[in-house]
């Protein structure tokens, strides 16, 4: 029970070469995001619609969310399950890592020279081995209209 | 049993069921206010139901015992006596509802006895004298009263109710055991079950419904399966378990009309026009959930026919219609859909005053509305803020309305159309889907996506083809889709979705057209696959500012396809429609100086590979006729045409009439006669601005003109009509014995003056033309005189209106009658007209009309002759 009090686990992804962080409290399932179905006139960071075991599934491309160039076509990607006001959302990710359990009080806010692309979409860091573990904050990443028509 | 008696009894008698418990408990504590009020609202429900279902004994014996029982809400202190009667009336309560549904009608009776009692509690409790008891009502009391048999035998049954306390708790007790059996046979057969268990299971049977499709399109690809049967004996138990769950959900859309009888008596009062509501299908069912959706929508729209609709008895008196007016609530079933009618018999929509009100409220523009057809004008009742009410009412004509109307429609994917017939009334169909999660949609493929489109608003499709019927044109840079002579605007679904750059393709395409209320359009697509019933999901919350989307969808192969919403489509369409007229609008201004307006002019070849046209307005009909029955006779030739001889002409002699197969002819009819032209070949209606750009000397030519891009001979009707009937000009109503009426025909366009001076003089006319006003005014200045003049009103320099009242100002012309010709007749322009002095007002091709404005106007030339 302490342990819990003190640490949080979280599934960690790379984009782009850096490395993100999602609490597992919030991840419902990682999977091999297939049979996209794209959604037109949508803002292209939403990469498209995808039936997992009967959800429909919006996924959100996390390179473009992030400001980053487009994955090379038919390099395998993964997604992340999550979930936010009672609707599923697939995060699209190069790469899904391994779970790792970090103490909560390792949680910094942004560092003021926190890339803004990151910055944006950030609950907080913490500060690895020469790594830095970017927390995404749910709600600010799904926050795509407004971005989008800045664009 | 009546649906609503049912509802009626299965409610009351739940209520009844609690109030029983508390009923005891109200022996033991008097005041217990809870125990009070439940008692209140269950006396105050049956109060208020009976007046509905023509319950006039219930009705007034809850009225009485309602006041009392108010009473004591308030705070009045409940005596023994008071609670005795508050008991006896519950008892008489059930007992008329046990005759109620023994019976299904209320057994004649009195009830005096406990409403007299009744009244007076109330008002000694009240502190009022007892004096106060006559007040209350019982309308049916004399007629009741005849029964006084009866009354006495319900009073028995009643009276063990009017001892003490422990004698009625006895008596209860005995009557409820002997009652357990019979007790509400309708009231056991119904349970109640919470909406949300309802929805829940709706959600899983479409569940199950997907994972159907998904099994048997995995089936279908492995032929021999030995799923196959087990397979489709769940398909047939899947289909049976949706239907079952849907008729759970379902409720008569009489539910939703409840209260529109009382609603529409009020209205009657309070607006003082007598109304009846006619109601018809009551027990029409459809979804609990659309009906919630419709209610308000539904109650909205009778209260505007009675304000709005149905005039003040005076003037439908005038009108010469029965002074009660009626609005007729109807619905049926369709389809998969449901159509709810609401017609009123009133004065009808006001076209001009819509348009009026668009061009104000800056919806529309006046070149716009100029062109608009009235029914597309009547789709701006539904935009917001839209009233044209002059007066604000209490009931309507705040501009708060239809839009809304509309709104809530658009959201359960119906449709809503109004048709009006001035002085008529006033109809509008909603069309809507029966539920809302389960519609059928046709699957569609733009730039190689599939889209569902709800067959609510596929009206059908249509496969175009370099040689088929139905072409795609292009109108300037509009594509749209000739369809049985009614053009229609055309979008390409992948354009609109802007999935990929649109080319040019005018050869052959897959149109799904549509209709969104008035509005029809035709959506090219890619391919049409097949019509699947599909569950409809919302869009993802982040994604739902996407107008063009309804919904999305899991196929059977489990695939995930967005849902078009027709509504979302149909608005954007009016965008770029609008748009597109915008552009138009501002070409036309350029072009104001030349006049030229569009005209459908016919296309045809006859002779030469050279276009020639004529305008479509002069053809009746295009014929094509079996070649073997043209005959030659006294060398002319003739076909059997509707049962008369029609004689056939030759457009010259370079055409050559086919020996056999079809032979394509324009047939041209004028008061009973017909001819025919005979032509090589019909190519095309087109809508042109037509110029005459060099004038011909050729008989049969008025001229050439460029249609589409082409250079085209402008054919000369009236060149024909004498070839065919050697009497055509000659013939006109007998007048050519007596010196012909003289006849002054001004127009700038010499189109119009060519064509119309033929047909002025084939009636017997003699026709001076003059280009302009300032000629035919220097005409009079000349000496010449009249008989009467037909002037065209839009000129450039002087138009018609000065020109008339220039002639009204000199007292040589004054008394010459002046007929105006124009191709806009609004109100303003005719009270203009009619203050300069213009004796009538014909529409540039209303042909008949201005001869027969001719005859009229010059038999007095006649007279005075």
Known sequence: ?151 | MDELLRDFLTETNESIDVVDVELVRFEQEPNNAQILSRIFRLVHTIKGTCGFLNLPRLEALTHAAETLIGNFRDGAPVTGESVSLILATIDRIKVLLEELERNQAEQAGDDRDLIDQLAQAAAQVAGAPPAAAPKVEEPKAAPARAAAAEAASVAAEASPANDSKPARAKAEGAARSSEEGAESRVAHQSIRVHVDTLEQLMTMVSELVLTRNQLLEIVRRHEDSEFKAPLQRLSNVTAELQEGVMKTRMQPIGNAWQKLPRIVRDLSNELGKPIELEMHGAETELDRQVLDLIKDPLTHMVRNSADHGIEEPGRRQAAGKPEKGTIRLSAWHEGGHIIIEIADDGRGLDAQKIKTTAVARGLATEAEIEKMPDAQAFKFIFSPGFSTASQITNVSGRGVGLDVVRANIDEIGGTIDVKTVPGRGTSFTIKIPLTLAIVSALIVEAAGDRFAIPQLAVVELVRVRANSEHRIERIKDAAVLRLRNKLLPLVTLKGMLKLAEVQDETVSAFIVVMQVGNQTFGVVVDAVFHTEEIVVKPMCSRLRNIALFGGNTILGDGSVIMIIDPNGLANAIGNTAAAQQAAENAREIEQRTDDASMESLLVFRAGSPQPKAVHLSLVTRLEEIDAKTIEGADGRLMVQYRGQLMPLVLVNEDVRIKEKGVQPLLVFADEGRSMGLIVDEIVDIVEERLRIELASQRPGVLGSAIVKGQATEVVDIAHYLPLAFEDWMAWGGGRSERAPVRVLLIDDAPFFRNMLAPVLKAAGYAVTSAASAKEALALFEDGARFDIVVTDLDMPGMDGFDFTAAVKKDPRTAAMPVIGLSSLASPEAIERGRKVGLHDYVAKFDRPGLIAALKEQTADVDCAA
């Open chain 1, 1 to 151: 029970m302490s342990t819990t009090e003190h640490t949080i686990e979280y599934v960690t992804a790379t984009i782009g070469g850096q490395l993100f962080g999602l609490p597992i409290s919030g991840v419902q399932d990682v999977f091999l995001p297939e049979r996209l179905t794209r959604v037109p006139l949508a803002a292209p960071e939403f990469a498209g619609m995808l039936n997992l075991r009967g959800r429909i599934v919006t996924a959100v491309d996390m390179r473009l969310r992030l400001g980053l160039a487009p994955a090379e076509v038919g390099k395998a990607r993964m997604a992340i399950g999550i979930e936010s006001k009672g609707e599923s959302y697939g995060l699209l990710i190069d790469a899904v890592g391994e779970v790792i359990r970090l103490p909560v009080g390792g949680l910094e806010s942004n560092p003021v020279n926190l890339d803004a692309r990151l910055a944006r979409v950030s609950a907080g860091v913490h500060r690895l081995d020469g790594n830095l573990l970017v927390v995404l904050d749910v709600d600010r990443v799904l926050d795509i209209g407004a971005h989008a028509e800045a664009a």
